[in-house]
């Protein structure tokens, strides 16, 4: 009996890890898309731009994320989840890496595409990988905790 109870905690404590890790994930991706609108002022200025074009910019991303998220889901599931879940954040990584390096708005533009390519797949990839891991009794409460992502980045990520 002492057995089960041990192997319980255990399997316990690696769910509560995955959950973690997931979130995370969801926090980076979430941050990395409400990062832009406060940050609109110092992006016209930098890159003398209009607020027409900034609204493309910030909509990029999630018309991006939308698309590709979508069309993503057919083809998803042919692939293993970690795997999958690996290459669409280096993808999302990378992405991001070249916003950061971007010197002019129209390679900020494709870099938001491509970076809201990847975390549109990202966000499908981490809710099936929390329906794969996790069992029904407990799933409940291992989505909350992931889509309590979305709260923690608007409210503490952006001012961090």
């Known amino acids: 009996m002492n057995q089960e109870i041990l192997d319980e905690k255990a399997i316990l404590r690696k769910e509560r890890l995955y959950v973690i890790i997931l979130a995370a994930i969801q926090v980076v991706h979430i941050m990395d898309f409400v990062i832009m609108m406060p940050l609109g002022p110092q992006f016209i200025r930098a890159f003398q731009i209009t607020t027409t074009q900034f609204s493309f910019l910030v909509a990029s991303y999630t018309i991006s994320a939308g698309v590709i998220g979508f069309m993503g889901a057919l083809y998803a599931d042919h692939f293993d989840r970690k795997k999958f879940l690996l290459f669409n954040f280096t993808g999302f990584i990378v992405g991001t890496f070249m916003c950061a390096i971007a010197p002019g708005y129209v390679s900020l533009m494709i870099a938001r ?23 029904f009794q407990r799933r409940g409460n291992a989505m909350g905790v992931i889509m309590s992502s979305f709260s923690i980045s608007s409210v503490i990520g952006v001012p961090v």
Do not use: Q, T
């Open 113 to 135: 595409i491509i970076a809201g390519a990847f975390g549109g797949i990202l966000n499908a990839c981490v809710l099936s990988i929390v329906s794969d891991l996790i069992p």
